[in-house]
């Protein structure tokens, strides 16, 4: 694979969905855009939270109707006992809508010693209830990861149902109509979860996520361990092919740098078999990520992916022959205060211009992160 660095600004207007960086419960984080069929835009997010790790996680959701200029408050979709993560939104056809999203119990990491960490008395009451309703029956219900489904648009939402993968995006919908899920497995308790227990592969659902196939799973990179591999994004291009990207970083009793390779980068993969079968993971070999893959009309393939070194921002990566080579590092934004930033998305709008949601603090370190978005066209 030929990779490329092109350190350029990309020309970009910037705007907000969410933005609320002196309040309590104002952190929105981990989001995911995309375009419905009759044009207008939904969004959604973990958000109404209190930090990056808290025992406040909701999933919310949001509307536009006009190319995303201007959205919809924030309208909360789950907010269940544990910390609700990493929502993803996909258009399902028409009306129909699918959010994703995996629930976490925190009470052996930010549970322990908040009191001590909080000068804030009621800061601290909050976090006190939180944690009330993180107990082991709530963990024995709840830990895992799901999905949710809407027949009007978001108006209002099915039951949700436990799957067995997890990403950041959400599954992505095929031209046969099925759903393809490309994730991490999430079959096991907390302690596996934090440990990285789990394979990256892929599923189908033929049935609106209700019900899941297994089709494949990554070969990982000689050497390494699959508690190094998460948050992966495909995408499948107009030949069929699937092209993945998969977030990669050291874990317990691996460093990836022995072994010549970057901590939180990317790998790519990709199947000619509908998912079934995968190629070995290869390294990209430059700092970034999660991914977020877009097949653009003009026959791009287009990455986006959070820098979290400085300058802290939001970059694109850019394939013309379907993968078999990038350019990367193209700056979208290079303002973020600190690395609590990134997994951005992008929709095309019906210009082809390029819409990519993403999270960062807006302005100083001490804000409470939002939910941002900058409109761009593909660089010549």
């Not at 952190?27 to 835009?41: C, E, K, V």
């Not at 006992?81 to 009470?107: A, E, H």
């Not at 997890?166 to 497995?185: I, M, N």
Request: proline share 5%; glycine share 12%.
């Amino acid at each position: 694979m030929e990779v490329s660095r092109h350190d350029e600004e990309i020309e970009a207007v910037h705007g907000t969905i969410a933005s609320f960086p002196g309040d309590f419960f104002g952190y929105f984080g981990w989001p995911t855009i995309a375009r419905m069929d009759d044009g207008s835009l939904v969004a959604a997010a973990s958000g109404l939270r209190n930090a990056h790790v808290c025992p406040f996680g909701r999933s919310v959701f949001f509307r536009s109707r006009d190319e995303g200029k201007t959205w919809s408050s924030p309208t909360v979709v789950n907010d269940s006992p544990l910390d609700d993560r990493d929502t993803g939104i996909v258009c399902m056809g028409g009306q129909k809508l699918l959010i994703s999203w995996f629930t976490t119990d925190n009470r052996k990491s930010s549970g322990l010693g908040y009191e001590e960490t909080l000068d804030d008395e009621y800061a601290i009451a909050r976090w006190r209830e939180g944690f009330a309703r993180m107990t082991d029956e709530n963990e024995s219900r709840w830990m895992g990861a799901w999905i949710r489904t809407s027949e009007d648009g978001g108006e209002s939402w099915e039951n949700p149902v436990k799957v067995p993968v997890t990403a950041p995006h959400g599954p992505v919908r095929l031209s046969s109509g099925e759903l393809l899920y490309f994730g991490k497995e999430l079959l096991t308790d907390m302690e596996g979860f934090q440990g990285g227990v789990g394979s990256i592969s892929a599923l189908v659902s033929s049935d609106s996520g209700r019900s899941w196939l297994r089709l494949g799973e990554v070969p990982l990179v000689e050497g390494t361990v699959e508690g190094s591999y998460h948050e992966p994004h495909v995408a499948q291009l107009p030949g069929g092919k699937l092209v993945g990207l998969i977030r990669v970083e050291n874990c317990e009793g691996s460093r990836l740098e022995d072994l010549g390779l970057v901590s939180f980068s990317l790998v790519y993969t990709e199947s000619v078999d509908g998912g079934r079968t995968w190629s070995r993971a290869e390294p990209m070999g430059f700092h970034g990520s999660p991914p977020h893959l877009l097949a653009h009309t003009s026959g791009a393939l287009v990455g986006v992916y959070g820098r979290r070194l400085e300058p802290f921002g939001e970059r694109v990566m850019i394939s013309r022959d379907d993968g078999v080579s990038w350019d990367y590092d193209y700056a979208l934004r290079d303002d973020g205060p600190d690395g609590d930033l990134g997994y951005p998305s992008s929709v095309e709008l019906a210009d082809g211009s390029i819409l990519t949601a993403y999270y960062q603090k807006p302005g100083a370190v001490t804000d409470k992160c939002a939910f941002l978005w900058s409109r761009w066209r593909l660089p010549e």
